[in-house]
């Protein structure tokens, strides 16, 4: 394939306008439709002059010739929209999380493998550098056996984020606070660690009760599958601005901590005979304004799909991950017992 990769993209509030970017300024991609189901003129994508449609379905009925569609819509909406995306015989983009259940994970992948055509999940974390080094690190096994690790997650996400009119913070479309903010980081784990196991968990709503329909805040503790155990701390509920995302990782030959706001530096590191390498600077968190998300890595993800389509490439993150992330939140979130409001 020497021609460009075409994609449309369906979602267009912040990350969907982001998708649609990094497709614009990639030279081996056109972006042929953006959709949503909001009127073009609230949108704020006047900028991208492509046909624009209020539905999938009107898409895929215009005939318009596409390759792959990405999906950052709505949470809830995913699967559906992704089933609809593989019957139309295109490649999938999907947002995360891959879908709310690992049922609807497993039927995207089926029906991938049934219609021949790949499924992406976007889960950028993982190109970042300390992210890349911690993984290079972990597959070396310089650090010997894995004893103790802990996530924590500490965001702020207050009603700058959860508006009355937005699908954030309502069960059906949104699913939870692990699916919406922090399941990059549970994909993480899994990329690092592998499955876990013996799950137990707390919860609590603190400051959210009129701003969103389950909890705010966290405390899952587990084995990992593979060895070690592990602690997922995490909550919204910090005042104004993102506290940390950080990750401790206790082991046989060495002790070492990824942080600041998005694990974008190493904070400590100190492994038996061996000497820390100067990493490239990560990328910016994405900036919504009054509040801050990952880091902004979509670019590499198209540039992955381009590469996968061309026979250049392996996928980064496929969706047997995608849906091992649900999987693992499922499972957590099936400890809640009647928590949500």
């Known amino acids: 394939m020497n021609n460009k990769v075409k994609f449309a993209v369906v979602g267009c509030g912040h990350i969907g ?11 081996e991609a056109e972006l ?9 003129s609230v949108l704020g994508i006047s900028d991208y002059k ?6 999938l379905e009107a898409f895929l009925e215009s005939g318009i010739e596409a390759d792959v569609i990405n999906i950052a819509s709505p949470n809830g909406f995913h699967a559906k929209q992704g089933m609809n995306v593989l019957d139309a015989g295109k490649h999938l983009v999907i947002e995360k999380p891959m879908s709310l259940t690992k049922r609807d994970s497993e039927a995207l ?31 070396s ?34 699913g939870g606070t692990l699916f919406t903010q922090f399941s ?19 919860f609590a709503d603190f400051n959210h009760d009129k701003l969103t329909d389950f909890e705010d805040s966290g405390f899952v503790s587990f084995d990992f599958v593979n060895g070690g155990m592990g602690a997922l701390n995490y909550s919204t509920s910090v005042w ?21 706001q998005y694990m974008n530096e190493v904070e400590y590191c100190h492994i038996k005979d061996y000497e820390m ?51 693992m939140i499922e499972r957590i979130y099936s400890l809640k017992l009647n928590f949500d409001k």
Not at 50 to 55: D, G, I, L, R, T
Request: proline share 4%; net charge neutral.
């Open 277 to 327: 390498p100067e990493l490239a600077p990560t990328n910016p968190g994405n900036d919504y304004g009054a509040y801050k998300g990952s880091a902004a890595n979509h670019h590499y993800i198209i540039e992955n799909v381009i590469d996968v389509i061309k026979g250049r490439n392996t996928i980064t993150t496929n969706a047997l991950e995608g849906m091992k992330v649900v999987d």
């Open 184 to 202: 990059h980081f549970i994909d993480l784990m899994y990329w690092y660690f592998g499955d876990i196991t013996n799950i137990q968990a707390k």
């Open 109 to 139: 992948i089926f029906k991938g493998l049934q219609k021949h055509k790949q499924v992406f999940c976007v889960m950028q974390n993982r190109y970042s550098p300390p992210s890349v080094w911690l993984k290079e690190l972990l597959e």
């Open 141 to 174: 096994e310089k650090l010997g056996k894995i004893f103790m690790v802990q996530i924590n997650c500490y965001w702020n996400r207050d009603d700058r984020y959860y508006k009355p009119e937005s699908w954030h913070g309502k069960k059906d479309l949104d």
């Open 50 to 55: 492509v046909p624009f449609f209020n539905s």
């Open 32 to 40: 042929v439709a953006l959709i949503d189901t909001k009127e073009k």
């Open 240 to 260: 104004d601005k993102n506290l940390e995302s950080s990750i401790t990782i206790i082991a046989e030959n060495g002790s070492l901590k990824v942080g600041g």
């Open 17 to 27: 306008k982001r998708h649609a970017e990094m497709v614009n300024r990639n030279e």
